[in-house]
């Protein structure tokens, strides 16, 4: 059995073992969005407010779902700790205030930049049947499968390095998204094909004409999803 201090009022403890779960939700404070209380139920009073150091809420767009999943992952950790702490056998009648016990470790070394591996190989071209090379990043990204458009820098970065690697024209649908394009009839390459022919040439590496590696820079949203992923740079 343990002591808990209550955070609104330091006066107040309580027992551990009248604690039936813990939750938590964001702290109303002005120290910053990024704040959570955990509270103790079922007397519904707050033991602990922390930040989770996720930076300011970003005003929309995906960057604002990876900010929320990131808050999520990081809040489950420091109840996870809380929990440790208040069924730790050592802590024995003490009473605690786990502002000072709870330290959760959130930072994970993020790199600015991913190395990544692509390939070049040969396919017939959807549009004129000539043979005509192909780019395409390997391996998987947050569990995900490479796509070109899946990191920000990852297309431009292509372009340069591939000239048959261009911006669809206009008259697209998908305009402005980058896709391979036949070296002969200049026709965009459905990316469909691509990938069907990646999925072949992953049986027969020797078709494979030229491997290589870039190096990525990542933007803020996609160092806080490498962040909450928790992956390691040498994936
Ligand atoms: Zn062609």
Known sequence: MVWIQVWSDPNEYIRSEKITSVSYRMAKTAAGQDWIEVVAEPMGRVILQASVRAGEIPRAGPGQKSWLRLVDARARLVMREVIRIISDQEQHSKMVSLHDLVIPDFEQEVPDDLNIEIQVWNIPCHHCHKETPVVYPVGAFFGYMLEFNFLSNLPRMLAEKYPFFKKA???????????????????????????????????????????????????????????????????
């Open 169 to 235: 024209p206009a008259k697209e649908t998908d305009a402005g998204e980058y896709r391979n394009t036949c070296v002969h009839c200049g026709e965009p390459q459905p990316d469909w094909r691509v990938m069907e022919s990646y999925l072949e040439i992953t049986n027969t590496p020797s078709l494979v004409t030229e491997k290589a590696q870039i190096t990525v820079p990542l933007t803020d949203e996609e160092k806080i999803e490498y962040r909450k992923a928790g992956i390691t740079p040498g994936w």
